[in-house]
């Protein structure tokens, strides 16, 4: 199940600022960036409605793996794995999620990535 097109990321200034303005919590497989959205920033995707609601993106570099397949395979295990745990009522937390991958063989262990990547985002406190 993928994300609901309102909940996802994108254009190159809302990475920059959540490179520049994010807290950040690291883990043995990947890294997660938390910042408060900044609305003005997507008022230029005319989605006027959904603008301050929680958002993610998750980015898989070709070092954790060249098919696009598999890459693409990990993105929906993460993002089935944070649909388990977001509910509509923590949606008024109006934060940026980015999730980055860090190198290595996900391919046969997708309980430890999930594990951690579940891990890291209790532990930021974006969910109870």
């Not at 309102?6 to 959540?18: Q, W």
């Not at 745990?85 to 999620?97: M, V």
Request: with cysteine.
């Amino acid at each position: 199940m993928a994300l609901p097109k309102a909940m996802r990321l994108k254009g190159h200034r809302t990475f920059d600022y959540i490179h520049k303005n994010s807290v950040k919590y690291y883990g043995k497989l990947m890294t997660l960036k938390i910042a408060r959205s900044k609305p003005e920033i997507l008022i230029s995707h005319k989605k006027i409605e959904s603008l301050n609601n929680f958002k993610i993106a998750i980015t898989i570099s070709k070092k954790v793996s060249k098919k696009a397949v598999i890459r693409n395979k990990i993105r929906r295990i993460l993002q089935d794995g944070l649909l388990k745990n977001f509910h509509e009522d923590n949606n008024h937390k109006p934060y940026w999620l980015l999730v980055n991958l860090k190198g290595g063989n996900f391919c046969s262990n997708n309980i430890a990535l999930i594990k951690e990547f579940q891990y890291l985002i209790f532990k930021s406190g974006l969910f109870k």
